[in-house]
């Protein structure tokens, strides 16, 4: 989409629409984090379709708000995305990861840990600022605390600003 130079306050329409029309079951859907980070590298530009919003680990380690959340792209028929503007702070570091990490559990009958559960363990980990190792670290850790290998694929990405 962005190669056929579609707008980037319409590729999620667009996405929408194609998922829909090839739909042919209920497992055909996507979750998508779309980011646009500032050229002064200040804010960031958000649209959540069903995927969770990434994580602030530097300065302060916390999630991003979820409030804007639309549903999943592909199961309803019309899906509006608003884009969230969020602030970035000095030295920030963003961690993104799909539902494969997030879905890992407390144990093999556990809860899932969802962010509040993947934060709790990055605070044991506790990366240093610029710590290029954390994904890594981060995957085995979940994996442990999960019990085993994680049910879903699992992607992990982690974005730096400008040093402060």
């Not at 980070?37 to 999630?63: E, F, I, K, N, Y």
């Not at 959340?69 to 000095?90: I, R």
Request: hydrophobic share 40%; aromatic share 2%.
């Amino acid at each position: 989409l962005v190669l056929a130079g579609i707008p980037e306050p319409d590729r999620l329409t667009y996405l929408q629409d194609i998922l829909v029309s090839e739909r042919t079951n209920d497992e055909l859907f996507a979750t998508v984090c779309t980011l646009a980070v500032a050229p002064d590298r200040a804010s960031l530009g958000m649209r959540l379709a069903g995927h969770p919003p990434p994580a602030l680990l530097h300065p302060h380690l916390t999630a991003l708000p979820d409030h804007e959340v639309g549903p999943a792209l592909g199961v309803l028929d019309h899906v509006t995305s608003n884009q969230v503007t969020v602030p970035l702070p000095p030295g920030w570091e963003l961690l993104l990861a799909t539902d494969g990490l997030l879905e890992g559990r407390d144990g093999p009958t556990g809860e899932r840990l969802g962010w509040d559960g993947v934060l709790t363990e990055i605070a044991t980990i506790n990366p240093p600022p610029g710590d290029d190792t954390l994904p890594d670290v981060l995957i085995d850790h979940i994996e442990r605390r999960n019990g085993g290998p994680l049910t879903d694929d699992v992607a992990v990405l982690l974005l730096k600003g400008p040093k402060a």
